[in-house]
């Protein structure tokens, strides 16, 4: 089962790290599988640590995505086509 911080936070206070969170949660008998993260990657205290419960997260370094291929886009018109049949 997926469970996202941001739901565990509405529950419970965090103030620990998230990798430590899981530690302690296996050790509760909890098992923590792996720890996904979107956007900014996370510390080095995974790669420190070694635990299956934290072994996901010492793969990203840097960003999870490519800097390079975020696009921003405004609309600023929207027109039918010139050669467009018409509006469905």
């Given at each position: ?20 969170l ?16 979107y ?46 049949i018409?509006?469905?």
């Amino acid at each position: 089962m997926k469970v996202p911080i941001s739901w565990l936070k509405d529950y419970v206070d965090i103030s620990i790290p998230i990798e430590e969170l899981a530690e302690r949660l296996t050790l509760a008998g909890l098992e923590v599988e792996h720890i996904e993260y979107y956007g900014v990657a996370p510390t080095g205290l995974a790669a420190i640590h070694g635990t299956a419960a934290t072994a996901n997260s010492a793969r990203h370094e840097g960003l999870v995505w490519d800097r390079e291929k975020i696009v921003i886009a405004q609309i600023v018109e929207v027109k039918p086509h010139p050669n467009a049949i018409g509006w469905c």
